[in-house]
């Protein structure tokens, strides 16, 4: 069973501060397009920020990105803002059988 | 912009039956896309159900399957949700989502809506 480990569980940083979240599958997998990264303030559904590892969806300030390959996946926040601080989640789709598999989340709290 | 809304019981008994409907707007549950539920216990991280397509095939979660049916109504544009035999464990917000423009992720969400199972 594919397992998607988010580091760490909590990141506490001030705004301006660049943040660094990790996402590892305990299967790699090849086809890049199936890693995606969400955003979720509390009280609100989540947000798709990027999509097929590295690609910002519709609206996504550029100051997030993504990258990563086989098993290890990052997203990184340049420089906070104060709206930045919220849960984040990755999440795979395996073909096999179809479905979508989530990390646990890292919660990114003001300092 | 396609738009979501979950609607139903917000409490459901032990042994019981949750049901639950998405309302599109803004876009056809009939187009070539995937539609799905997800849910999140209080306090706790997203568990996807399941999904289906415009032609009505499915997909589920193996830990859900043998109690989850999800179903459309191309007449109201709308999606349903079906979980029997509940427990407690089952309280959760439920939302419905539609996949993203370039597929694999979940790029339209409803607001999602609480179900809790309890006598």
């Known amino acids: 069973e594919i397992v998607l480990t988010q580091s760490p569980g909590t990141l506490s940083l001030s705004p301006g501060d660049r943040a660094t979240l990790s996402c590892r599958t305990s299967q790699s997998f090849s086809d890049s397009r199936h890693l995606a990264w969400y955003q979720q303030i509390p009280g609100q559904a989540p947000r798709l920020l990027m999509y097929?590892?590295?690609n910002r969806a519709t609206g996504i300030p550029d100051r997030f990105s993504g990258s990563g390959s086989g098993t290890d996946f990052t997203l990184t926040i340049s420089r906070l803002e104060p709206e930045d601080f919220a849960v984040y989640y990755c999440?795979?789709?395996?073909?096999?059988?179809?479905?979508?598999?989530f990390g646990q989340g890292t919660s990114l709290e003001i300092k | 912009q396609v738009q979501l809304q979950e609607s139903g019981p917000g409490l459901v008994k032990p042994s019981g039956t949750l049901s639950l409907t998405c309302a599109v707007s803004?876009?056809?549950?009939?187009?070539?896309?995937?539609w799905s539920w997800v849910r999140q216990p209080p306090g706790k991280g997203l568990e996807w159900i399941g999904e289906?397509?415009?032609?009505?095939?499915?997909n589920y979660n193996p830990s859900l399957k043998s109690r989850v049916t999800i179903s459309m109504d191309k007449s109201k544009n709308q999606l349903s949700l079906v979980l029997s035999s509940v427990t407690a464990a089952d309280t959760a917000v439920y939302l419905c989502a539609r996949e993203g423009d370039h597929g694999y992720s979940l790029g339209y969400w409803g607001q999602g809506t609480l179900v809790t199972v309890s006598s």
């Open positions: 999440q795979q789709y395996d073909r096999s059988p179809p479905r979508y598999i």
């Open positions: 097929a590892v590295s």
């Open positions: 289906i397509y415009h032609s009505g095939s499915t």
């Open positions: 803004g876009g056809s549950i009939s187009n070539d896309n995937w």
